[in-house]
């Protein structure tokens, strides 16, 4: 597979402490026969100068330097200037497994689509918290779109980084990122090109990719008031996916209980950020949250003992008990490693 070209695409802004270690871990890549295409959003640091230099550097690399426009922008212009028979997206902070591509194009075949597993990395203030991602202990593990829900139980179908893609069926179908997305787009993008494509899955168990998760990105950095309104875009379009692709019954219904779940981390967003907000105007959007319909909608889709459980939450969460119901999550957390 060394003769096919693939296209590298990295969206950069303000990582200047992380992008030579990316930039230096695609480069020494084993599969050479690679374009990497490096799109500085409108960087304040030095990130643009350090993307110049690898310019120079490396032959294989081009640069993009463009105004601000958000993640999703710059890799739609990623995609529009891709000229590679496939294509991977890198987060400019991240790095890979110096078999990263040569794997997933080993493994390619144009009627799947082919998923990696990763590290999750976790920087805290005296040690990093290095966990294997995978979906199980095959090498190889092929996988129809009716199992889709186990892919995302496994924490595999959400991010793009982790994934191969076929450039022509980006670019026939127009699949393209929802540039007015904050969170949620990456699972988007994913689920419109499994059924544009008609693909199924293919997962190598193996860790190639170094995903690092920093302070940065927690929830109590950053209130992001559509989040709500986003896991109920995201979630309705899982929803209708997995129906028309036959998802069984039982996975339908964990679907639900993901979707319950994610609704519940939007009440979290708002309560990292209750200081920032002030009393009054937290107290008036969480009453508004934890009384949205969509609630109610999921509890009446789930059975038996699912549908009683997340009853219970529902009434806890709406008679004024949020606290009690995140504080049980957390412990869950702690001491299940659960995410």
């Known amino acids: 597979m060394e003769n096919k070209f693939v296209s590298v695409i990295v969206t950069v802004y303000n990582v200047e402490s992380y992008l030579e270690k990316c930039i230096a871990s695609i480069c020494s890549q084993k599969y050479q026969n690679l374009e990497i295409i490096l799109i500085d959003d ?3 640091d030095a990130s643009g100068a350090i993307c110049d230099f690898w310019k ?3 032959s294989r690399i081009a640069v993009i330097h463009q105004k601000n426009s958000g993640v999703s922008a710059a890799r739609n212009k990623g995609i529009e200037k891709a000229s590679g028979e496939y294509l991977v997206f890198i987060d400019s ?3 890979l497994e110096p078999d990263y591509v040569s794997c997933l194009m080993e493994q390619q075949n144009c009627s799947y689509m082919t998923v990696c597993g990763y590290y999750r990395e976790i920087e805290m203030s005296d040690r990093r918290k290095k966990t294997p991602v995978f979906l199980n202990h095959k090498e190889i593990h092929l996988m129809k779109r009716e199992n889709i829900v186990n892919l995302y139980s496994a924490g595999l179908l959400n991010a793009i980084w982790n994934k191969l893609y076929v450039v022509r069926n980006l670019k026939e179908v127009g699949i393209r990122f929802e540039e007015a997305m904050s969170l949620g ?3 988007l993008f994913n689920l419109r090109y499994l059924r544009a494509a ?3 899955i293919l997962v190598i168990n193996k860790p190639l990719y170094h995903y690092m998760k920093r302070g940065k990105e927690s929830l109590d950095n950053r209130y992001r008031p559509d989040f709500f309104d986003n896991q109920v875009k995201i979630f309705q379009e899982f929803i209708r996916y997995a129906k028309a692709e036959g998802v069984s019954e039982d996975e339908l219904l964990k679907l639900y209980g993901f979707y ?3 609704l519940v981390v939007s009440l979290d967003n708002l309560y990292h950020s209750k200081d920032v907000l002030g009393k009054v105007s937290y107290r008036s959007k969480q009453h508004e949250l934890r009384n949205r319909e969509e609630f109610g909608q999921i509890i009446k889709q789930l059975k038996g003992k699912r549908r009683l459980i997340y009853g219970i939450r529902l009434w806890g969460i709406r008679s004024g008990f949020y ?3 995140y504080c ?3 412990i869950l957390k702690k001491y299940t490693g659960m995410k």
């Open 93 to 95: 902070d991240d790095y």
């Open 56 to 58: 120079e550097k490396d």
């Open 260 to 262: 319950f779940n994610a």
């Open 42 to 44: 409108g960087s304040k």
């Open 185 to 187: 787009e990456d699972l």
């Open 323 to 325: 606290y009690i119901d």
């Open 198 to 200: 008609d693909l199924d």
């Open 328 to 330: 049980m999550r957390e």
